[in-house]
DNA sequence: GGCCAAACTGATAGCGTTACCATTGCGTCG
DNA sequence: CGACGCAATGGTAACGCTATCAGTTTGGCC
């Protein structure tokens, strides 16, 4: 029996083996799916070694181990995440508490973030918060849904209230794209600063020298990260730090409009802006089209955080790359780490890691079209 | 011991309480979570009666009905899924293929699909399909993964080749959101054709006559009915279907630029558009606005989904809601409704969801300026 | 009031996996 | 040369829940 199956599926992906595969799953739908005992038999030995070589355990001969992954590639078996987590005995649910979704982040964010849990074999429960409802009584519903731990994407990671309530309640948490400073809070994100310097950098390397800054919500410490970037490449170059070209945006669209209105207006306007995301970038693109200004001929402009607007609207934007998806994942893992130091008794200090950001170049920067004036570069 | 428990969290969810649950969970952590024969022993009957209130079976009396209620709610007791699926047998996993991130689409789908899968305890994987892949592949690696069944969001619910792929599979599929009639597919989706006849009689009461229409994707058939229900709504009101006044579009921002340059630099434009979608939308919306032309003074622009992109812009658009999270939650049950019952050997026929939509009035619709045309109403 | 069916409730046996020992085999040291 | 320790494996008993069938009530009716 358990041989016949395995003959079956040993085939490889052959547009022939789907087939057998899909008749082998309707006829006696489901109840058959191998289990570990299957394997077992199937490479001769007991369940347990099986169990030890999925998990990785160090302990089994490699002859063994080989036996075993033969066994389990034959039958295509996978474990069963229900029974896994029973046996385990730690059912693991973290929380994925949201607000304000700058929906192209929530989806990336989402996707990479619910492939690591299933791949961590925990629960995510995606949770909204709205601002009408008290963090107290959030924090209550987190505890009544029994979450081991959340992850805080933005804004939410820099909500002194949030993360306090939750340390409090005992909740452990990880902060995603924080610019906070390391603290016990455990941290996700890309290096803010290091990024906003580069894409300066390289707006000076195309020749610009009076480039606008459209800074971001004050409410997100990301915000103050990039603006410090973006005065540290400037004062490398040795071009001078102008307020005139800094606008205060809040990271939505309408507030880049506003921003970008007023930095276009100047009677020597720049030659560049840098808007501190997408959105912002997207509307002084808006704004720029209005005033009968090209981009990026009369006005270079880019963005930060590589949303899928950046690509949706014409030109595309130059933009930092953050790997929003490789975010949510690692976010999923130390949070799950954490929960199973603490679990056992370790407790190790919270972990930060810093994931690599690029510039991804697109239609929306160029060479200013007047000479640069002197003393750029 | 378990009447400890109890009485601490008998409390209300008052902040005291909240610190009381907290305390418990540090202290002997995760352990203790209450299991169906706590919450037996608290109520006085056997945990299969717990089992049968919990899943809301018919044959429990009131009154016993009433005292489980009460254990569960003093102990805060919360089913383990992963018991559940063991016992259950069943460890229903389901994929969601996408492709085509339109993000904001994307997550808020997300969010209800997963709401609803783990309220229905069953895995949502979700999957990714690049126009590269081979569908052959796709479908081998659904198989691979033990995928039950699919939910299929546009445009993929219109790809005839995946869907006979599916079905050849023996992988149910629900479509979401299509056009198409309703066939052997299970489909959830609202009434485009009579969303956008409600859209453009709205114009029509505002005092519209030259309403200018950007078409979908004809890979998407909801773009069908949508221009179904335009033409409806024109001939309902006697006014003229001009071809100059509709433009194609692809649901694409960038292609939505073209349609509204299209239609905007006829010598008689029209007072206002309809666009398919709010990408469409906000792209005529930028088109106006650089050639001068103010929204809504002098053009009325409408879109369609109420994505967020709706509420980011300047106006914010006028709009079709579609439920998108309630669609995918239905989707959802849909699709358990439909395995369990081929499991069990009920062959009903797929179900056809309709649900409502909604019109969102916001800033993009205005009375025309100039007196309408005689013939309009 | 007693009997029978129908309506409830309970006991038992797993579901697939892992934790926690017990066991085996083999090289090593006293 | 025999016991001892270590490495590799196996056996057993949960984990929390539900399916199944076997009780035990209940209420209706004669």
């Known amino acids: 029996m358990t041989n016949d199956v395995a003959a079956i599926s040993a085939a490889t992906s052959s547009i022939e083996s789907i087939a057998a595969l899909s008749d082998t799953r309707s006829s006696r739908r489901q109840r058959n799916a191998p289990t570990i005992n299957d394997v077992a038999a199937h490479a001769g030995v007991s369940p347990m070694t099986v169990s030890r070589v999925i998990n990785g355990e160090q302990v089994v001969r490699a002859a063994t181990r080989a036996k075993v992954d033969a066994a389990i590639a034959a039958l295509n078996y996978a474990p069963s995440a229900a029974a896994r987590t029973l046996a385990g005995g730690d059912e693991t649910r973290i929380g994925l508490l949201y607000s304000n979704p700058s929906s192209s982040y929530l989806s990336e964010f989402l996707v990479g973030s619910l492939d690591q849990a299933s791949r961590s074999s925990v629960d995510l429960v995606v949770e909204k918060w709205d601002e009408e409802t008290s963090i107290a009584s959030v924090v209550a519903h987190l505890l009544r849904g029994r979450i081991d731990g959340v992850i805080l994407p933005p804004p939410l990671c820099d909500l002194d209230e949030m993360v306090e309530a939750l340390g409090k309640a005992g ?3 990880v902060a995603v794209a924080t610019g906070r400073a390391p603290s016990a809070l455990a941290a996700v994100s890309i290096d803010d600063r290091q990024a906003a310097y580069e894409m300066t950098r390289h707006l000076i390397a195309l020749g610009h020298s009076r480039i606008g800054f459209i800074k971001g919500n004050p409410n997100q410490t990301a915000s103050a990260r990039r603006f410090e970037g973006y005065v540290a490449a400037l004062a490398e170059a040795g071009l001078p730090v102008q307020d005139e070209l800094i606008a205060q945006g809040y990271f939505t669209y309408r507030s880049g409009l506003d921003a970008a209105e007023h930095i276009l207006a100047l009677l020597d306007p720049p030659t560049a802006i840098f808007a501190s995301n997408d959105d912002m970038a997207a509307a002084t693109v808006a704004i720029a089209h209005r005033s009968g200004l090209d981009v990026p001929g009369d006005l270079t402009v880019c963005g930060f955080d590589d949303t899928s607007l950046a690509t949706t609207i014409w030109p595309e934007l130059t933009t930092i790359r953050q790997p929003i998806s490789a975010m949510a994942r690692a976010a999923v893992e130390v949070l799950v780490r954490q929960l199973k130091g ?9 972990e930060h890691l810093v994931l690599d950001h690029a510039l ?7 060479a200013p079209r007047m000479r640069p004036r002197l003393g750029g570069r």
């Open 171 to 173: 909740i452990p948490a």
């Open 360 to 366: 991804i170049r697109r239609q929306s920067d160029a």
């Open 342 to 350: 603490r679990r056992s008794g370790d407790l190790e200090s919270a």
